[in-house]
């Protein structure tokens, strides 16, 4: 997102930016403007920082002047009915023009206690600045969740989620609050799903998010429980290390009752009597106990179909043969439904 540099909004900006701040901020103190902090190539750029430079044609500044600013916390962002009071600047010299009596409500610490701001402080046209020890992408990620926007267009990677629920705890911000199942964060961190698992269950249990933890566990049924490390575990916690293990073994287990039962015997005909029909009654119970041998929780129905259907090519009786393929789709109904969630 690009913001015009015809806007006036900007004009404070440039008034703030123009002279060098002089911030009793201890070894966290950056350079407020002049120079944009260098990132790594290839880095996501959180918010995504624009360099806004006035022209010696337009305005009286240095014409090096540079200053990031996030391009959705920026002044004019009408992201509320007043206009910002406060400024955050992160550790890598991102500006984020915000609304004060908004994260005091949302914290229970006063932001870990740096707001409201001193009166002594040093002030911009929009308010004081607070500079912080986060980086702009973790800022950017707390920021979205507080004032309750989606920052998935930003493309935060699960490294930067994780680093930003604990900056939440430390400012004071409850996580169980802002990732529910109705937010945009518990969207975006269950997105990463599929790449992330067991990573993404851990973090979802050291916070006790247990309505992320509930879709986040359907993709770890083809894990291997043999693998966890004592670290993992650690992470995960008893309360919820238990209710994987119990998903993992309730779904073997059942897998194991299901197939137990071989397909029901027809009425006897003149061409197949019951010690005809004995002949898939064994068949099938060898078929059943290889699947059971190695009893995966993620074992698929395509799997179990593959493995249980040839059974009729050996079957010279028609009945014999429906009576299969009933139990077969019975079989693979019942295995569907089985829970696939802690």
Request: aromatic share 8%.
């Amino acid at each position: 997102m690009s913001t015009s540099m015809e806007n006036p909004d900007w004009d404070i900006v440039f008034q703030f930016v123009s002279e060098p701040l002089e911030l009793d901020v201890g070894p966290v103190t950056e350079k407020a403007t002049a120079e944009r902090t260098d990132l790594p190539t290839g880095a996501t750029l959180p918010t995504p920082p624009e360099s806004f430079a006035s022209s010696p044609a337009d305005s009286p500044h240095d014409e090096n002047s540079l200053v990031s600013v996030s391009t959705t916390f920026f002044p004019g962002a009408q992201l509320h009915s007043l206009s910002p009071d406060l400024v955050l600047l992160s550790s890598d010299s991102v500006f984020f023009y915000v609304h004060l009596h908004l994260l005091l409500s949302t914290s229970e610490n006063n932001f870990n206690m740096l707001l409201p701001p001193p009166p002594k402080m040093n002030h911009s046209p929009m308010g004081p600045i607070v500079v912080l020890p986060e980086s702009s992408v973790t800022l950017n990620i707390v920021l979205h969740a507080i004032y309750d926007i989606s920052c998935a267009h930003y493309s935060p990677s699960f490294e930067s989620l994780s680093a930003a629920l604990a900056s939440m705890i430390t400012f004071g911000i409850s996580v169980k609050h802002h990732v529910t199942r109705s937010t945009h964060l518990h969207a975006l961190l269950l997105s990463h799903a599929p790449l992330y698992p067991l990573e993404l269950y851990a973090l979802a249990a050291s916070y006790d998010l247990y309505d992320l933890a509930v879709p986040t566990s359907s993709h770890l049924l083809s894990f291997s429980l043999a693998s966890l490390t004592d670290e993992m575990a650690d992470r995960i916690g008893p309360r919820y290390l238990k209710r994987l293990f119990f998903l993992h073994f309730g779904r073997a287990d059942a897998l194991k009752r299901l197939l137990l039962p071989p397909p029901h015997p027809h009425p006897p005909t003149a061409t197949c009597d019951f010690t005809e029909q004995k002949k898939l009654t064994r068949a099938w119970a060898l078929a059943s106990a290889y699947l059971a041998w190695d009893a995966r929780p993620d074992l698929s129905t395509n799997t179990m179909e593959s493995a249980l259907a040839p059974l009729g090519e050996q079957l010279s009786c028609e009945q014999c043969k429906l009576t299969l393929q009933e139990r077969l789709k019975i079989l693979i109904v019942q295995w569907s439904v089985v829970k696939r969630t802690i």
